[in-house]
């Protein structure tokens, strides 16, 4: 009898159980912590769903990026669920995302060292022609092979340079070590913060030690060096080593360990990720690469060094169109994070302080409403001018990267002497595509390759 009673009012808690587990988030967070942590304390949120305990919306964000395959699906079914509206759903994803970073006037005098560094013409001059000769001699090394994985042999060459122009650090076993690091880090740019053994959550973070490790022991040597060489080692890291702020204090160690491995961390996979695609594309639509080999040889054709400078490459009009249109198309990073500092009201709606904002770049990008058949390769879509807001793939504001100038003259410089030069084939065109960390081929592009 007693167990009769008992299973009833299970059964009948069952419901009530099942409700509060679906609802639970958006009763915590949404209403209790929204309300106490508003100043106003009358807080009307936008529409959408927070997800189960803990895991909050992963499950879904997982099941579109991962297994659907079809990340643009994630945001669409909410646009469908809770209609378009104001274009904001509240949210609950990868657990509470934490920030690390400088904000205010420290903020900005780093971006302008490191802009100065690596991104203005004078810099860019440099780099360009420290940079070519690795692609060059790579270019002719693949011939040699039957396939190649270019994703694999691309992220070399793009290693072996950043690596000794911002750190100094020569092609060999160190700089396999840093990129093994660097690799690991990334690997946890999406991952649920799960700090436990066996998740990569938790080796993105032991990886990202070690990388902080390598270079403080560069630090020190370089400290311990300086004092005695009379020609110090001057590079990125050197450089921030040695900024200083008005009153002349300079960063400190762990500072200078967080700006080298995070611009580094910043430059390391997405110029790879864009020219892996950039490649694909190009094999795919040979009528684009026929317009982009004509106004290279042409280029070529008037110079009689191999070496291009910066600016005869960006002044190639239709091969930075091809640039800019494969990284619209490869939406590398397909949001980026801001946190609300203060309560602020957007169409009115309420987004509590120290919420995440999380703007969904990927969007923009894949929106018919900014282009038509926006899932095709059309570099011509860029003839005449595009709306800055149409295009957020390097982000914007105060924070807009600091490497965009780098990053598209790069991938220029490799398409200039790969077209020019040579001629290749995909072992797989149907290869399937991967979402995370972010959009890669997942055969990492096979290709063969020959001279033209
Ligand atoms: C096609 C390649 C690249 C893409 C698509 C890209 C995209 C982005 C995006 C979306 C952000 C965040 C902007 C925001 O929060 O509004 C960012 C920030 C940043 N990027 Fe890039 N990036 C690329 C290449 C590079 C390269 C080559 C470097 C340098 C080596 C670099 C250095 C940085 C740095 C240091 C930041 C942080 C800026 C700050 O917080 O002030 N990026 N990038």
Same mark, same amino acid.
């Given at each position: 009898m007693a167990v009769g009673l008992w299973s009833t009012v299970v059964i009948g808690l069952l419901p009530l159980v099942g409700w509060l587990f679906w609802w639970w988030n958006d009763v915590w967070y949404g209403l209790v912590m929204a309300t106490l942590r508003s100043s106003k304390g009358d807080t009307k949120l936008p529409p959408g769903n927070m997800g189960l305990p803990i895991l909050g919306d992963t499950i879904s964000f997982l099941w579109y990026f991962k297994f659907l395959r079809r990340p643009d699906d994630y945001i669409n079914s909410k646009r469908?669920? +809770?209609?378009?509206?104001?274009?904001?759903?509240?949210?609950? =994803?990868?657990?509470?995302?934490? %920030?690390?970073?400088?904000?205010?006037?420290?903020?900005?005098r780093l971006r302008s060292f490191v802009s100065r560094s690596i991104n203005q013409p004078d810099a860019l001059r440099q780099i360009?022609?420290?940079?070519?000769?690795?692609?060059?001699?790579?270019?002719?090394?693949?011939? $040699?092979? /039957?396939?190649?994985?270019?994703? &694999?042999?691309?992220?070399?060459?793009?290693?072996?340079?950043?690596? *000794? +122009?911002?750190?100094?650090? $020569?092609p060999g076993a160190t700089l396999d070590r840093l990129k093994k690091y660097l690799a690991g880090v990334v690997s946890g740019f999406r991952a649920y913060p799960l700090n436990i053994p066996g998740f990569t959550f938790y080796h993105a973070l032991q990886c990202r030690r070690k990388t902080q490790e390598f270079f403080r022991e560069e630090l020190d040597k370089r400290r311990k060096n300086?004092?005695?060489? &009379?020609?110090?080692?001057? @590079?990125?890291? @050197?450089?921030?080593?040695?900024?200083?702020?008005?009153?002349?204090?300079? %960063?400190?160690?762990t500072e200078v360990l967080d700006n080298i491995t995070g611009i580094l961390l910043a430059g390391f996979e997405s110029t790879v990720v864009?020219?892996?695609?950039?490649?694909? +594309?190009?094999?795919? +639509?040979? !009528?684009?690469?026929?317009?982009? /080999?004509?106004?290279? =040889?042409?280029?070529k054709s008037n110079k009689s060094?191999?070496?291009?400078?910066? @600016?005869?490459?960006?002044? =190639?009009?239709?091969?930075?169109k091809v640039v800019d249109e494969t990284i619209r198309l490869a939406n590398i990073a397909g949001f980026v994070v801001r946190v609300a500092t203060k309560d602020f009201e957007y169409q009115g709606y309420t987004i509590p302080k120290g919420w995440n904002v999380i703007v969904w770049l990927r969007n923009v990008h894949t929106d018919p409403k900014n282009f038509d058949h926006p899932l095709c390769f059309d570099p011509d879509r860029w003839n005449g001018s595009m709306l800055p807001e149409n295009f957020?793939?390097?982000?914007?504001?105060? /924070?807009?990267?600091?490497? !965009? *100038?780098?990053?598209? =003259?790069?991938?220029?410089?490799?398409?200039?002497?790969?077209?020019?030069?040579?001629?290749?084939? %995909?072992?797989?065109?149907?290869?399937?595509? $991967?979402?995370?960390p972010h959009s890669k081929l997942e055969d990492g592009l096979e290709i063969t390759i020959e001279k033209l």
């Open positions: 469908h669920k +809770y209609g378009d509206g104001i274009g904001m759903y509240k949210t609950h =994803l990868f657990g509470k995302t934490s %920030l690390a970073g400088v904000h205010g006037k420290a903020h900005l360009a022609l420290a940079m070519q000769p690795r692609m060059i001699s790579a270019l002719q090394s693949w011939t $040699k092979c /039957r396939k190649i994985t270019f994703y &694999d042999e691309m992220k070399k060459v793009s290693f072996e340079n950043i690596g *000794m +122009y911002f750190a100094s650090i $020569k300086n004092g005695e060489n &009379d020609q110090p080692i001057q @590079d990125l890291m @050197d450089g921030l080593m040695n900024i200083k702020d008005e009153d002349g204090n300079h %960063l400190s160690d864009v020219t892996t695609w950039a490649l694909y +594309y190009l094999a795919k +639509y040979p !009528n684009v690469l026929q317009k982009l /080999r004509e106004e290279n =040889l042409s280029l060094e191999l070496l291009v400078t910066s @600016d005869e490459i960006l002044k =190639l009009e239709y091969t930075m957020q793939a390097f982000g914007a504001g105060p /924070r807009i990267c600091v490497g !965009n *100038m780098l990053a598209r =003259l790069q991938i220029a410089m490799f398409l200039h002497h790969l077209s020019t030069g040579y001629k290749w084939q %995909l072992v797989n065109p149907d290869a399937k595509v $991967k979402y995370l």
